[in-house]
């Protein structure tokens, strides 16, 4: 009889005990080993047509190739990439479906420069406005879709510079959604990369910005035939995205990406003369890239690396998640050495969490060097447990032993 009192005297003790305690994660850090090199090579004469360009691996964001990298550009439609992106992450959110009709308001159908020719007060469905934004630019589908969103076109430019902050990128400023002329609307040939690269982790995107041609309104009296205005999705294999831009200031832009043998690169021009120059130059950016580089996995999009657990939670323990797929970058012929991967987990992060949450990084080195980083995330929202759920885990602890 004392004996089973002094058990219960101590359950309740450490019961105590773990409800007062700080809300932490188990720290967890893994290695992993593997093969590989580091990118050593001359720069190539590339671009020549080209004000400013960029060429760019997609998953280390390793920079293949620049020309003026930094040099603020008007980017004509290449603005777009920032609409699609925030289009993307609504649909993510279950802010805006799929097949969800938007209706086009006096001001959408006002625009002018490249369109479907929506009229006041049709409605069509975010699938179909999408096509008419990636396949033909279309400057009233891009405001449609910013209203829907925004409830204004103003308040979406808002979204999309606020967007820009938070992707670190310092030369970049919209005052529309479209690309048309505007003063102080501007970006570079790094920044539309990196906006880019970060539209491509929706794989959904390219689903649209590879369509060479398609119809809205099919059998319609006002049936809108669209084409690419990126000819290299039919005229350069692997390339399936993912804008144009023209305007008489920003003269012809266009950015571009392609993956072949399981590599995705990310060609960037501003300011050719032609749109034959445009397209030589990113043919060539292109052509570089893949005759000299090559990747080899390390891990895809949302693959588990490791399980979070928390003695306070409502469940013990949550996959984590690469938040993006992780490649590691080299020249072909290279000789490779040894490769690191090393696990991080944010010991000092408190409950609760949502899914998608980021609680830690991947880091990958090369020779002891870390040579790309990538954020770790939760799949499933996180909350405090329950005093309820707290004593019983703490009892059949206690009692197993």
Not at 122 to 143: F, H, P, Q, W, Y
Not at 296 to 325: C, G, H, L, Y
Request: glycine residues 4%.
């Amino acid at each position: 009889m004392v004996q089973k009192i002094f058990k219960l005297f101590i359950l309740i003790f450490l019961f105590v005990s773990i409800v007062a305690s700080p809300v932490m994660a188990h720290h967890h850090e893994e290695s992993i080993g593997t093969e590989e090199t580091a990118i050593e090579t001359a720069s190539p004469q590339l671009a020549s047509n080209s004000k400013s360009a960029i060429l760019i691996e997609r998953d280390t964001g390793q920079i293949l190739f620049d020309k003026n990298p930094h040099e603020k550009l008007s980017p004509a439609s290449m603005t777009k990439i920032m609409t699609l992106l925030l289009i993307m992450e609504a649909i993510e959110n279950g802010k805006i479906t799929m097949d969800e009709k938007v209706r086009t308001s006096e001001y959408a159908a006002s625009m002018g420069g490249s369109q479907i020719f929506l009229e006041e007060g049709e409605e069509m469905s975010v699938d179909e406005l999408l096509k008419g934004i990636a396949i033909a630019s279309a400057n009233d589908a891009s405001v449609a879709m910013a209203e829907r969103i925004a409830g204004s076109e103003e308040a979406f430019v808002q979204l999309m510079n606020d967007r820009v902050k938070e992707l670190g990128l310092k030369n970049t400023l919209f005052q529309n959604t479209t690309g048309l002329p505007a003063k102080e609307h501007y970006s570079t040939a790094y920044d539309m990369a990196m906006i880019s690269k970060e539209l491509l982790k929706y794989e959904m995107v390219t689903e649209y910005t590879s369509i060479y041609e398609d119809y809205l309104r099919k059998g319609e009296e006002n049936e809108f035939w669209l084409v690419n205005t990126n000819k290299l999705v039919r005229f350069y294999d692997g390339v399936d995205g993912l804008k144009t831009g023209f305007t008489n200031e920003a003269k012809y832009c266009l950015t571009a990406t392609a993956e072949k043998n399981g590599m995705r690169a990310i060609a960037v021009v501003f300011g050719a003369e032609t749109s034959k120059d445009r397209n030589s130059d990113v043919s060539q950016l292109l052509d570089y890239a893949y005759s000299k580089f090559e990747t080899k996995p390390i891990f895809q999009k949302n693959e588990k690396v490791t399980e979070f657990k928390w003695m306070k939670a409502n469940r013990e323990k949550v996959n984590v998640v690469t938040d993006d797929s992780v490649s590691l970058l080299y020249e072909k012929g290279s000789d490779l050495n040894n490769l690191e991967t090393r696990i991080k987990i944010n010991q000092d992060i408190q409950l609760p969490l949502k899914k998608n949450q980021a609680v830690g990084e991947l880091e990958v080195l090369l020779d002891d060097e870390v040579v790309q980083k990538t954020d770790l995330i939760i799949q499933d929202d996180v909350k405090n447990a329950s005093i309820w759920q707290l004593f019983q885990r703490t009892a059949s602890k206690f009692l197993s032993r």
